[in-house]
């Protein structure tokens, strides 16, 4: 409990400071934009990578992913109420809640935007709802019985992941460093917001079912 109330306190961090930014964003546009211009010093050689891994991070990749989990768990019948439900529920929570933050906020895409983008900037829906995809399977997987070398890549992949996405966002200007910052801190609290919630519930249920039989 201490744990991830101490966890939770730290994700205010970057959820506070992106929304800092982008409510005073007329002070920091400079800032944020040199940020997209030291980005965009790697192109073209970038570009194609990039590419890829902002699309793995759309709404189709992290939809896809979240079915094929769920499709995996539900064939391995044990696994579905710890690891395909709660990965499920993490990814529809996260991305309601960017939705409504975004129709909020309403923060205007960059105006150095390389690609053709709709919806609001703030927060990033990328940075956001991979961050709370990942680090749910991350929370679930490391639940099972793993060597340690095989944790250790887990997380390190897990959590890159969707860091990388977040940087390709701002390097094709699609979004601010801030709208980044933002989302990562919010998919991160909403996966273990989530997580704590359920198997709180899926505990408490188990135990009462157990006291039956």
């Known amino acids: 409990m ?22 005073f964003e007329e002070n920091f546009y400079e800032i944020e934009k040199s940020v997209f211009n030291f980005l965009r010093f790697f192109s073209p050689a970038m570009d194609l990578p990039a590419k890829a891994i902002t699309e793995l991070g759309s709404a189709v990749g992290v939809i896809g992913v979240t079915v094929i989990i769920l499709i995996v768990t539900i064939i391995k019948k044990k696994y579905f109420f710890t690891f395909g439900l709660p990965v499920a529920i993490t990814s529809i929570v996260s991305r309601v809640i960017n939705i409504i933050a975004k129709n909020i906020i309403n923060r205007e895409r960059p105006d150095f935007k390389v690609l053709n983008v709709s919806e609001s900037s703030f927060p990033s829906g990328h940075s956001q709802n991979n961050m709370a995809l990942y680090i749910s399977i991350l929370l679930v997987a490391l639940l099972i019985d793993l060597a340690p070398k095989w ?13 990388l996405i977040g940087i390709t966002r ?22 273990l917001l989530t997580h704590y919630i359920y198997f709180k519930i899926y505990y408490a249920v188990k135990e009462k079912k157990n006291a039956k039989a």
């Open 151 to 163: 944790k250790i890549t887990l997380k390190i992949s897990l959590i890159a992941l969707p860091i």
């Open 170 to 191: 701002i390097y094709f200007g699609v979004h601010y460093l801030s709208d980044v910052l933002a989302g990562w801190g919010i998919g991160a609290a909403v996966a």
């Open 2 to 23: 201490k744990k991830f109330n101490f966890l939770s306190l730290l994700l205010l961090l970057p959820i506070a400071l992106g929304a800092y930014i982008a409510f």
